[in-house]
T-cell receptor, first 114, second 117 residues
Framework: DADVTQTPRNRITKTGKRIMLECSQT?????MYWYRQDPGLGLRLIYY???????NKGEISDGYSVSRQAQAKFSLSLESAIPNQTALYFC?????????????FGPGTRLTVL | AQSVAQPEDQVNVAEGNPLTVKCTYSVSGNPYLFWYVQYPNRGLQFLLKYITGDNLVKGSYGFEAEFNKSQTSFHLKKPSALVSDSALYFC???????????????FGAGTRLAVHP
């Protein structure tokens, strides 16, 4: 969805390096999410944010941190990357009006940690 | 534990034939149910959802899904498959908590649909 952009699209890094993945959205949504996708495991939630001052851990937050710089921007950091963080990372957004609304996903960032 | 199961890693269908991608779930209460599709090098795209009402819901690209409460299933269907439907399909469930708080989406592992000419 072109309304949700992620940079970079691909990144190869080495163990121990600090990495930041960025997400921007023009949908005007309050809620933003970071997921990782691993083959055979589906998507798992890393962090989510309901607004600039509200950030929450998801089911697999260890080894990650986030920053919500503005309503439209939500960054994911790996302070010291390790090989098992090799995955496809997705940012998503949703409107806060109802739990029944769908989430809108960015194109993903493929991260490889050597 | 709450979970979503997509029992088939891959579904192979000939173009023009009907297709079904299966999803069952184990959550408490009456959850909201979603299907997403992921094309190569793209993010997930919303296809359809079931919130309440008619058990058969229609979505994008001619897809529909049938909710079966007794079997806790939400199978994705299409009467006539196209080669362009080949993609990775994810079922997702959002449990509803009456006490409030955030109810995260629980995703299945995904099913790869391959439609052959």
């Amino acid at each position: 969805d072109a309304d949700v952009t992620q940079t970079p699209r691909n990144r190869i890094t080495k163990t121990g390096k600090r990495i930041m993945l960025e997400c921007s959205q023009t949908k005007g949504h309050d809620r933003m999410y970071w997921y990782r996708q691993d083959p055979g495991l589906g998507l798992r939630l890393i962090y989510y944010s309901f607004d600039v001052k509200d950030i929450n851990k998801g089911e697999i937050s260890d080894g990650y941190s986030v920053s919500r710089q503005a309503q439209a921007k939500f960054s994911l950091s790996l302070e010291s990357a390790i090989p098992n963080q090799t995955a496809l990372y997705f940012c998503a957004t949703s409107d806060r009006t109802s739990a029944s609304v769908a989430q809108y996903f960015g194109p993903g960032t493929r991260l490889t940690v050597l | 534990a709450q979970s979503v199961a997509q029992p088939e890693d891959q579904v192979n269908v000939a173009e023009g034939n009907p297709l079904t991608v299966k999803c069952t779930y184990s959550v408490s209460g009456n959850p909201y149910l979603f299907w997403y599709v992921q094309y190569p090098n793209r993010g997930l795209q919303f296809l359809l959802k079931y919130i309440t009402g008619d058990n058969l819901v229609k979505g994008s690209y001619g897809f529909e899904a049938e909710f079966n409460k007794s079997q806790t299933s939400f199978h994705l269907k299409k009467p006539s498959a196209l080669v362009s439907d080949s993609a990775l399909y994810f079922c997702a469930v959002r449990p509803i908590r009456l006490s409030g708080g955030y109810n995260k989406l629980i995703f299945g592992a995904g099913t790869r649909l391959a439609v052959h000419p």
